[in-house]
């Protein structure tokens, strides 16, 4: 069963162009090195405010990433402009 990851953040808004930028470089890291990354998605509901989900085609695969994404170099370029970094994961239990 797919899987999604919530990462909630906050970050500078000067930051935006950087924040974007860091954000694919790592998301290409990540899907050259652990298969089953579906989607992501980033949503910004206010200036300095961030949403990032990324949906997994199984538990397996996103605790794999996780736990082998602290190796990247990627992770902690994207990581270094966040502040207050929040996640949540869940199964997906029905989508329309």
């Not at 919530?6 to 652990?34: E, G, H, K, M, W």
């Not at 996780?66 to 239990?93: C, N, Q, R, Y």
Request: hydrophobic share 45%; proline share 5%; aromatic share 6%.
């Amino acid at each position: 069963m797919s899987v999604l990851r919530i990462v909630r953040f906050t970050a500078d808004p000067a930051d935006a162009d950087q924040i974007l930028a860091r954000r694919a470089d790592l998301i290409s890291a990540v899907r050259a090195r652990f298969p089953g990354l579906a989607e992501t998605r980033l949503i910004r509901p206010d200036e300095r405010t961030w949403v990032d989900s990324w949906r997994w085609d199984s538990r397996a695969a996103m605790d794999a990433a996780v736990a082998g994404a602290h190796d990247l170099p990627e992770t902690g370029a994207a990581f270094a402009l966040v502040k207050d970094p929040t996640s949540e994961e869940g199964e997906i239990v029905d989508e329309r």
